[in-house]
């Protein structure tokens, strides 16, 4: 489906997103309520109108993630939805959601003090629909955090992605 959309979230994850209603105007900057896993997210439109399958494999080519796109060849892709512009309420709703992920950073950091599990945490993000919640971590080696997730999962009542 084209064209195809670039959607950047926050720490600088980005995706692929295609129209389903054409008669939606989306420029770059502007903030879209998209297709997630299992749900929806807000990002920042940050690319617009890759037509074709050449402009896609140039615009990965340009845009390499080197910790994701290590091997060689243009990483497949599953273009996901953008439903709508963001309504300035869901805009004005960033700023929680962004307390929200601070305050889940310093729990998760005190369960792993408590655990002693040799991993630092970096970043929280919340799916918007908080449906999900991520947590991005530094460590030497491979951590079993399961039980650090049923934990987890028992405060904040959704599903944990570490």
């Avoid at 080197?66 to 439903?83: M, W």
């Avoid at 049923?150 to 570490?162: D, N, S």
């Amino acid at each position: 489906r084209w064209p195809l959309y670039v959607v950047e979230f926050k720490a600088g994850r980005t995706d692929f997103f295609y129209l389903t209603d054409e008669s939606i105007k989306v420029n770059i900057g502007d903030l879209a309520i998209v297709e997630a896993d299992r749900g929806k997210d807000l990002g920042k439109v940050i690319d617009a109108g890759i037509k074709n399958q050449q402009e896609l494999e140039l615009y990965q080519a340009t845009h390499a993630d080197p910790l994701v796109d290590s091997h060689s060849g243009a990483r497949e892709i599953q273009p996901k939805r953008i439903f709508r512009l963001a309504e300035p309420s869901e805009v004005a709703m960033l700023l929680s959601k962004s307390q929200d992920e601070a305050k889940a950073m310093g729990v998760c950091q005190v369960k792993i003090r408590q655990k002693k599990l040799p991993m630092e945490i970096v970043d929280a993000e919340y799916q918007w629909d908080r449906r999900k919640l991520t947590f991005y971590f530094i460590a030497e080696r491979r951590i079993d955090f399961r039980e650090l997730v049923r934990e987890l999962f028992k405060i904040y009542k959704t599903r944990i992605w570490m």
